[in-house]
């Protein structure tokens, strides 16, 4: 069974699986690397789920304000031993809801091309594919989505 904690970057687990997600994109984007972890920065993070399978953390995911109508979904990961178990889509529709919750109309997301498992999941959830945004402008590993928050939408 999959539990779900809403707390913040300071969290240790957290923490921890940033960790291995950094590691794991440092694999998949090579130099790359450089230029994504200046805007992948978790300190002072307020909105942040930890995800649980019988009590060790399996995954994660945050959000964080973009303009006053958006939330920027933010440090996506899973841990390779538990995907494909749903754990993934149970962070993203919490961040979502809490998002709601906040009162945003819409969450927005980059993901890079080299993480086709990350933009299925994104296609599977409703997101669309939208014009690269701010710093991932011009940038040709960048894909970036938007999902338009209703209430019939919301997820349980």
């Known amino acids: 069974m999959i539990s779900l904690l809403r707390t913040d970057s300071a969290h240790p687990d957290f923490i921890a699986l940033v960790k291995m997600l950094d590691a794991d994109l440092a694999v998949r984007d090579g130099e790359d690397t450089i230029f994504y972890a200046q805007l992948n920065k978790t300190d002072a993070i307020r909105h942040v789920i930890v995800a649980y399978a019988n009590e060790q953390p399996v995954g994660c995911g945050a959000i964080r304000e973009f303009d006053p109508g958006s939330m920027e979904v933010k440090r996506m990961f899973t841990l390779p031993a538990t995907r494909g178990k749903g754990v993934a889509n149970r962070v993203l529709n919490e961040l979502q809801n809490w998002s709601k919750e906040l009162g945003y109309e819409k969450c927005i997301l980059e993901t890079g091309k ?22 991932y402008v011009g ?8 999902k338009v928050l209703t209430k019939e939408n919301a997820v349980s």
Not at 114 to 135: D, H, M, S
Not at 139 to 146: A, K, L, Q, T
């Open 114 to 135: 080299r993480q086709p498992e990350a933009i299925a999941l994104y296609l599977k959830n409703g997101f669309v594919i939208i014009p690269n945004y701010g710093k």
């Open 139 to 146: 940038i040709e590993n960048s894909v970036c989505f938007e």
